[in-house]
């Protein structure tokens, strides 16, 4: 299995950002994507997910609002649009695929989000 993150870099408070996530080679099928995020000297947490079938979507308290989190099922690829971004926001984002419900996440190498001026 591969797992691809794309989409993060230096932005302004107030601006946005749109990440992506690519996965191959889950053949059994995906029950559900995310994203998670890891500060310095924080745990990770979750951002956002979406599960497959249905498209229901959960945020963290956080984000919601601000953040909105989508898919391609077709092309197995998440999609997490960020706007008004806060310094606070500021971390790696890691991609997650769960092929099953219970199942461990897969992860992907993460890509580094900064919001600065």
């Known amino acids: 299995v591969q797992i691809v993150e794309s989409g993060g870099g230096l932005v302004q408070p107030g601006g946005s950002l749109r990440l992506s996530c690519a996965a191959s080679g889950f053949t059994s099928g995906i029950y559900a994507m995310s994203w998670y995020r890891q500060a310095p000297g924080k745990e990770r947490e979750l951002v956002a997910r979406i599960t497959s079938g249905g498209g229901s979507t959960n945020y963290a308290d956080s984000v919601k609002g601000r953040f909105t989190i989508s898919r391609d099922s077709a092309e197995n690829t998440v999609y997490l649009q960020m706007n008004n971004l806060k310094p606070e926001d500021t971390a790696v984002y890691y991609c997650?695929?769960?092929?099953?419900?219970?199942?461990?996440?897969?992860w992907g190498q993460g890509t580094q989000v900064t919001v600065s001026s």
């Open positions: 997650a695929v769960r092929r099953g419900k219970y199942d461990l996440n897969y």
